[in-house]
């Protein structure tokens, strides 16, 4: 099966610029997630979504960060204004709903953001 | 909250020695707890996993890890290392009742030498 697919694999950005990034799960992947990995550090769950509505967003920070799946599908995440602590990789993930929590989760290459 | 501790940021190990990662988490209920591997600048790819049974799980490439309840420990284990064993690991918990999202550790750079 193919794999999660994200968009862009590198962007470059000054501060107090935007930058959106995509992420599409696996095919019937009910849940999907966005996580926060800043270097020398594990990933950070940033926001979750079951089909199209938000289980958890309780560390996004909502005054820059925004993210929406409207169609239950592929989801896009967004940064505006950028800072330079945003600088990290973006990773997405999916999993069935049976598989969520039991760690059948399925990782995206990530997007590496720089801001300078 | 869960929380998960990763007791050494860096191991360094010659070819084909027995390594040993270290996990600690801490949490008030009952966890599930995975090993992940991460290549330079690749997304993550899971090692091994603990939901229930028996407390040594077997993992890909060789890997194995322990679930210690008394001890609230995980340990990855590898009897042999390869060159190509050098990445990232990271020891991860989630609770199904909290959703299933993963509460990850720092993280261990693992660096086997020749």
């Known amino acids: 099966e193919a794999g999660v697919a994200q968009s862009p694999r590198y962007k470059i950005i000054e501060k107090r610029q935007s930058v959106a990034f995509w992420c599409n799960p696996i095919?019937?992947?009910?849940?999907l997630y966005w996580y926060q990995q800043i270097l020398g550090q594990g990933p950070k769950l940033l926001i979750q979504?079951?089909?199209?509505?938000?289980?958890?967003d309780s560390q996004l920070p909502k005054d820059r960060f925004s993210a929406e799946r409207l169609k239950g599908v592929d989801s896009t995440l967004k940064i505006q204004p950028a800072k330079l602590e945003d600088s990290a990789v973006y990773l997405c993930?999916?999993?069935?709903?049976?598989?969520?929590?039991?760690?059948?989760?399925?990782f995206g290459s990530g997007t590496r953001l720089t801001v300078v | 909250a869960q929380s998960v501790t990763q007791l050494d940021s860096q191991v360094p190990v010659f070819e084909e020695a027995p390594v040993e990662l270290r996990c600690n988490y801490s949490?008030?209920?009952?966890?599930?707890l995975f090993w992940y591997v991460q290549y330079p600048n690749q997304g993550l790819q899971l090692l091994l996993k603990?939901?229930?049974?028996?407390?040594l799980v077997k993992g890909i490439n060789g890997f194995e890890a322990e679930f210690n309840k008394s001890q609230t420990s995980f340990h990855l284990r590898k009897p042999s290392v390869h060159i190509s064993d050098t990445a990232e690991y990271f020891c991860?918990?989630?609770?199904?009742?909290?959703?299933?999202?993963?509460?990850f550790g720092q993280g261990t750079e693992l660096s086997v030498k020749p």
């Open positions: 949490s008030s209920v009952s966890v599930y």
């Open positions: 603990y939901l229930s049974g028996s407390t």
């Open positions: 095919s019937g992947h009910a849940t």
């Open positions: 979504f079951q089909n199209n509505g938000v289980v958890d």
């Open positions: 993930a999916s999993s069935s709903s049976s598989d969520r929590g039991r760690g059948g989760y399925t």
């Open positions: 991860a918990v989630s609770d199904s009742g909290q959703g299933g999202k993963l509460i």
